[in-house]
């Protein structure tokens, strides 16, 4: 796979054209400068006055000059990273940067999944009635987008028109599509400004691709080969994220950390293959069970744990009680008398993400005690005791 071969290119290109707008620029202040003082042995000139001739222009052209060099200077930011959320905001607000432009929208194609949508000044069902989910067809460059509403949609600042170009790589293709909007009236970009579209779409394709490539190699060493869910490290990495995030918006989250009854003894009486299956339909049955939010992960040999954000301990209950309940309903083969014990913790404010992790694995320590389909709540305060909740569906 050629993973991230063209950033260093797309780096150098991009503060080789910065080097040349500034050279431009320094150039043009020159030449003021030149005309101020004049030939040597002439008095100095003062700069013209805003109505002589040749001001406007010279005005003019240092405007342009500081455009282009911050242009510039955002087309060679896209280029630095390899966070694919990353690049396609930098995109979006260089997209959006263009007087006149209210939102701005990339979708990016992935293999096998949905595209990628990102946006910039727009709300997610203003971004699902857009028409770019594809790129511009039969060799167009650019397509103008243009807006009607019923005469009974209710007023605001509506979208009115956008331009959407495709991403587009040499030797690659097309990998998605670019669009701006505004919420003005009727109005009609220039050409210089769909040059521009075009531009920072062929600029930042290469970028795109590459970190979408690194995201698709990260995400192959965050999942576990055997099971399918993520891995233990990719939890302890994640639990560290989403508790600094909970902290920072005070915001609910809650961890579930599960374990297979007696599994040993499944491996002793039935071998290690009918172990591996029944991990296998077990991690089938939780991803089932979780909601789109939630993340599952095999943190043991027989142990998975789900991070729940913006949720609490009585969420937690209830994700248990379904992922026992689809383990052991109508079950036949490897999984026919697996039971699950838990144990749930909801975050305090005095916690971290080893607090948390210890509190919910101390839970599940006396759930296991206490026999085989248990689930045991961490305390729900500090020097509060601990609770126990009622035991999970066994036989």
Not at 321 to 328: H, P, S, T
Not at 341 to 354: H, M, Q, T
């Amino acid at each position: 796979m050629p993973l991230f071969a063209d950033t260093a290119t797309w780096v150098a290109v991009g503060f080789a054209v910065g080097a040349a707008v500034i050279a431009l620029a320094a150039s043009l202040v020159l030449l003021v400068l030149a005309l101020r003082r004049g030939s040597p042995g002439e008095p100095a000139r003062p700069a013209p006055a805003p109505d002589e001739p040749g001001a406007a222009e010279l005005e003019a052209a240092l405007h342009e000059a500081r455009g282009e060099s911050s242009r510039s200077h955002r087309l060679s930011e896209i280029a630095t990273s390899l966070d694919l959320d990353g690049v396609l905001q930098r995109t979006l607000a260089a997209a959006a940067a263009t007087e006149g432009v209210d939102a701005a929208m990339a979708v990016v194609r992935q293999t096998e999944d949905s595209p990628i949508v990102a946006t910039l000044g727009m709300t997610a069902e203003e971004a699902a009635r857009q028409p770019v989910s594809g790129s511009p067809s039969g060799g167009a460059r650019a397509v103008r987008i243009s807006y009607r509403y019923d005469a009974g949609t209710k007023p605001g600042r509506l979208i009115r028109g956008g331009i959407a170009v495709p991403l587009r790589e040499d030797h690659v293709g097309t990998i998605g599509t670019l669009a701006v909007f505004w919420r003005g009236g009727d109005r009609s970009p220039a050409d210089g400004e769909v040059a521009e579209l075009e531009e920072l779409a062929r600029t930042s394709a290469p970028a795109i691709r590459n970190a979408q490539e690194f995201r698709e190699a990260r995400q192959l060493t965050d999942v576990d080969v055997l099971t399918g869910v993520h891995n233990r490290r990719y939890f302890h990495e994640t639990l560290l994220r989403e508790c600094a995030r909970a902290h920072r918006y005070e915001r609910g989250l809650a961890l579930v950390i599960l374990d297979i009854d007696d599994f040993t003894e499944t491996n002793d009486r039935l071998g290690h293959h009918a172990g591996d299956d029944v991990l296998v339909v077990v991690a089938e049955r939780l991803r089932d069970a979780v909601r789109q939010a939630d993340i599952a992960c095999r943190v043991g040999t027989d142990e998975f744990a789900i991070i729940l954000p913006e949720a609490g301990a009585r969420d937690a209950e209830q994700l248990y009680r379904r992922i026992q309940f689809a383990v052991g309903s109508g079950s036949s083969g490897p999984v026919e008398h697996v039971r699950l014990s838990a144990g749930i913790a909801e975050l305090r404010p005095e916690d971290d993400s080893v607090s948390l992790f210890e509190r919910a694995d101390d839970a599940l320590y006396r759930a296991k005690g206490l026999g085989r389909g248990q689930v045991q709540q961490a305390e729900a305060e500090a020097g509060s005791g601990e609770r126990a909740l009622e035991p999970g569906t066994s036989s």
